[in-house]
């Protein structure tokens, strides 16, 4: 029984630091824990449209949530070989065996969060060292949470304001009938497709603002995206400028990076076009895509 606990506990730990490293210092690799629970959060939500930009906070919450019950209930299987032998409280008595397991998963737990009211003591050598690991994982995974949080919303601003560039480019050419290709920004074009490229590099390092959608269909990067590529595609026709055409074929590049990622990560649409897996994006997103002039 002791071994088998003991492998339990060991195999939790290793399990939970494991899918910390993956979502917080690796997130290139897939089937993070923040993936598996984002998709199943968003597909609960998303029959909503209300209820869909909870999803992706609800996953930070339910992730950062895992990651620490986890690792508590890990190391109370650990403590649970040894209390309450190994074990004193404050008054430096033995304290008593009922509920064993509970007790175990509360010192845990006060250790964790580095609480430490000091009313259970351990004793051994093997125990003090485990709660100081326990304690110092505690700690890092409570820093490296906020700092990931943190680094999620500027981010999400960046897509933000891509999504409202291309809305307010898209109601300007309707308002003026003139085409932004017919002006010859190549500057423009050479814009979005940084902007684009950031957004791609934004998903793999963040995988899970994925699953932020937004109520503001303008502020949508799903939506928009189709209008990109149709300036890009006008960009690139016969008779425009050869700076135009470089700068066209600059974004369709930053546009196909993207839907790569999208269609490794996201959505799986039934053809393998960029096209079809923006439609996949904008329908997964529920929203509607800007129509093309």
């Known amino acids: 029984m002791t071994v088998l606990m003991t492998c339990a506990g060991l195999a939790l730990i290793v399990g939970i630091i494991s899918e910390v490293f993956k979502d917080l210092f690796h997130p290139s690799n897939s089937g993070a824990l923040s993936d598996w629970l984002g998709r199943r959060v968003f597909n609960l939500l998303r029959h909503r449209r209300r209820t869909l930009p909870l999803a992706g906070p609800t996953t930070v919450v339910l992730v950062i949530g895992t990651w620490v019950m986890g690792l508590t209930v890990g190391f109370a299987l650990?403590?649970?070989?040894?209390?309450?032998?190994?074990?004193?409280?404050?008054?430096?008595?033995?304290?008593?065996?009922?509920?064993?397991?509970?007790?175990?998963?509360?010192?845990?737990?006060?250790?964790?969060?580095?609480?430490?009211?000091?009313?259970?003591?351990?004793?051994?050598?093997?125990?003090?060292?485990?709660?100081?690991?326990?304690?110092?994982?505690?700690?890092?995974?409570?820093?490296?949470?906020?700092?990931?949080?943190?680094?999620?919303?500027?981010?999400?601003?960046?897509?933000?304001?891509?999504?409202?560039?291309?809305?307010?480019?898209?109601?300007?050419?309707?308002?003026?009938?003139?085409?932004?290709?017919?002006?010859?920004?190549?500057?423009?074009?050479?814009?979005?497709?940084?902007?684009?490229?950031?957004?791609?590099?934004?998903?793999?390092?963040?995988?899970?603002?994925?699953?932020?959608?937004?109520?503001?269909?303008?502020?949508?990067?799903?939506?928009?995206?189709?209008?990109?590529?149709?300036?890009?595609?006008?960009?690139?026709?016969?008779?425009?400028?050869?700076?135009?055409?470089?700068?066209?074929?600059?974004l369709e590049r930053a546009l196909d990076d993207l839907a790569g990622i999208l269609r490794e990560r996201f959505v799986h649409p039934e053809e393998d076009s960029r096209d079809a897996v923006f439609r996949a994006f904008a329908s997964d997103h529920r929203v509607a895509a800007l129509n093309a002039q």
């Open 78 to 250: 650990l403590y649970y070989i040894a209390y309450p032998a190994q074990f004193r409280t404050s008054t430096g008595v033995v304290p008593p065996t009922d509920p064993h397991f509970m007790t175990a998963f509360y010192f845990s737990f006060e250790t964790i969060i580095t609480l430490g009211y000091g009313d259970l003591i351990p004793q051994t050598t093997w125990t003090r060292m485990l709660s100081t690991i326990e304690a110092l994982l505690g700690f890092g995974l409570l820093t490296a949470s906020v700092s990931s949080i943190v680094l999620i919303y500027p981010a999400l601003s960046r897509m933000r304001l891509l999504a409202r560039s291309v809305t307010h480019l898209v109601a300007a050419e309707e308002s003026t009938g003139i085409s932004i290709v017919d002006t010859g920004s190549d500057v423009l074009l050479s814009g979005f497709a940084s902007e684009v490229t950031r957004a791609r590099i934004d998903l793999v390092h963040f995988p899970v603002i994925y699953y932020f959608a937004t109520n503001d269909s303008d502020a949508s990067v799903a939506r928009c995206l189709p209008q990109l590529a149709r300036l890009a595609e006008q960009a690139r026709a016969i008779g425009a400028a050869d700076r135009l055409r470089v700068t066209a074929t600059a």
